[in-house]
């Protein structure tokens, strides 16, 4: 596997020796720019087929060339000077590891002082102002959290170290964040393949630190594809949450049309473990999983977020049993007091309710309870509740378990075309007769949640409410969670194909076998017969 680096690092905030440089005490960021003036002769840059970012300057070619690369350099405010010299930087030197602010935090911080500014964040193509407060913090306040740009800092100093094709469709995501070099990242392993991403494990060679990469796949660099890349980056940005995973930073190139999110890095998900033979969870186990789960979405709920994606695989598990929502590709903004039109075409089949296969486009965070019931019966049955093939299929299976919706259902519901799919005799549920061997509290709390209208499943904070958590026995402690092998649906998927092609194998030596056995002994003159020639 290639990697994303060398390994050779000289970030601003190191001395050769590993130890930190000590930060000037000014309360302006200061932004450390370092590039290379000799001509870049040997761009490594997608070098697999996985895209491998390497855009690591070579000292010795600059050498050989007889040029010496140019130390690091810190450029200080007045903020235009700073805006030039980025501008000036040649495009080959231009590759760029993208972290989050902190320079500022921490000098503030020192002083005992916190600085903040008003900043317009775009929601759906609506302004959406944060004021924040400046002054020291009273005691006992609780620690503010740094969401906009640091006192003093424009937008477009940030971003004069992004690609154009970039920041011309997407700078406002990215606002606030400061520039890191790319070879300061070891690509160690493939641990993920999605239809416009892949997940890489890697090694931040800053400190050690194991991350995942997820690359982003651009059509042609289509700028709606930026834009819809950027609503992520948006989205992850604004949740700050221990059931949600976390953004670290990004990694992008002004030279080529890859980006990659750098994410904490999580050894297993929830449709990994469920795959391994012979793993039954228990009750404790299961509220466990479902409390923070249900956390993670209170909180993504409340900060006007719809993950619109919750399944298994999604569900990221550390070796400390902690469970952290991820992959908010499809994720967007709502607010539940205006109607706003969305696309039904989101979630996975399995997972995914009634009213999105119906076409509804009016919609909110009762779209994800349903995914969570579903993974509810999941954890306990072992096994996907509803494994449709079409939508179709889907809808008929809902029906058959849930029941057919009422006539106030489908009124409310306001598509012409749904009605063609409403069952020609009423369905009766039977929710408490398939899964009668479930816990009765857990039973009840699966009732909610796959409740076939969307108004009756309630929300992520009054199922946390529910008797399921609160009577015995009790959610286990995440830390007592067993240790399991690092376990990803990608490994059970690479599990089910080499079992596959090995049992293909299996059978075509089988018949070659068996074709052989009947073959009759050759006859010696067939040959001459065929030509006409006979004995």
């Not at 050769?16 to 590039?35: A, E, F, I, Q, T």
């Amino acid at each position: 596997m290639g990697c994303v680096s060398s390994k050779q690092f000289h970030g601003g905030d190191e001395h050769g020796d590993g130890k930190p440089r000590r930060r000037p005490s000014s309360n302006s960021l200061k932004h450390l720019v370092s590039y290379s003036s000799s001509k870049r002769h040997e761009d490594l840059e997608e070098e697999d087929e996985e895209g491998a970012v390497v855009a690591a300057m070579s000292s010795s070619a600059g050498r050989r060339a007889g040029n010496n690369a140019s130390t690091a350099r810190l450029i200080r405010k007045p903020p235009a000077p700073v805006v030039e010299a980025v501008a000036a930087l040649p495009e080959e030197a231009a590759t760029l590891a993208i972290g989050v602010v902190d320079a500022e935090r921490a000098v503030a911080a020192a002083a005992g002082n916190w600085k903040w500014t008003p900043t317009d964040v775009q929601v759906n193509g609506a302004a959406e102002q944060e004021t924040r407060s400046a002054g020291p913090r009273t005691e006992g306040e609780a620690k503010p959290r740094i969401r906009g740009v640091p006192n003093g800092v424009q937008g477009e100093h940030v971003a004069a170290g992004w690609p154009r094709w970039l920041t011309e469709v997407a700078a406002e995501a990215v606002r606030g964040w400061q520039p890191r070099r790319s070879e300061s990242f070891e690509k160690l392993d493939k641990i993920g393949q999605g239809t416009y991403s892949s997940v890489y494990k890697a090694r931040d060679l800053e400190n050690g630190k194991i991350v995942a990469l997820k690359k982003v796949r651009f059509a042609n660099m289509d700028p709606e594809s930026v834009r819809f890349m950027a609503r992520e980056i948006h989205i992850l940005r604004r949740l700050d949450h221990p059931n949600v995973v976390k953004l670290e930073g990004l990694v992008t190139s002004r030279m080529s049309s890859s980006l990659y999110l750098v994410f904490e890095y999580m050894e297993h998900d929830l449709a990994g473990l469920a795959a391994t033979p012979g793993l039954k969870f228990t009750e404790p186990q299961v509220k466990c999983y479902m409390r923070q789960l249900l956390s993670g979405l209170d909180h993504c709920h409340n900060r006007g977020v719809l993950h619109r994606d919750i399944k298994g695989a999604n569900l990221l598990l550390d070796n400390n049993g902690i469970l952290k929502i991820a992959d908010f590709g499809l994720a967007t903004f709502f607010n539940p007091n205006q109607k706003q039109h969305l696309t039904s075409r989101v979630v996975t089949l399995w997972y995914r309710p009634p009213e999105l296969l119906l076409g509804a486009t009016n919609y909110g965070a009762a779209v994800d309870l349903w995914s969570a019931g579903c993974i509810l019966a999941e954890l306990l049955s072992g096994k996907p509740i509803m494994p449709g093939r079409t939508e179709v299929e889907q809808l008929h299976k809902i029906f058959k378990l849930c029941g057919s919706p009422s006539e106030e259902f489908w009124a409310n519901l306001k598509l012409s075309r749904a009605t063609i799919f409403k069952p020609q005799h009423p369905y009766r549920r039977c929710v408490n007769d398939v899964y009668k061997d479930f816990p009765t509290t857990a039973l009840t709390l699966l009732d909610r949640l796959l409740a076939v209208e969307p108004g009756n499943r309630g929300t992520a904070a009054s199922a946390l409410d529910s008797e399921f958590f609160t009577t015995k026995p009790y959610a286990c402690d995440p830390s007592s969670l067993p240790k399991y092998p690092p376990s990803k649906e990608y490994d059970a998927k690479l599990r089910d194909e080499e079992a596959r092609r090995q049992r293909a194998a299996a059978k075509g030596q089988e018949a070659e076998a068996g074709r052989r056995k009947q073959l009759p002994a050759p006859d010696g003159n067939s040959g001459l017969q065929v030509l006409g020639i006979h004995s």
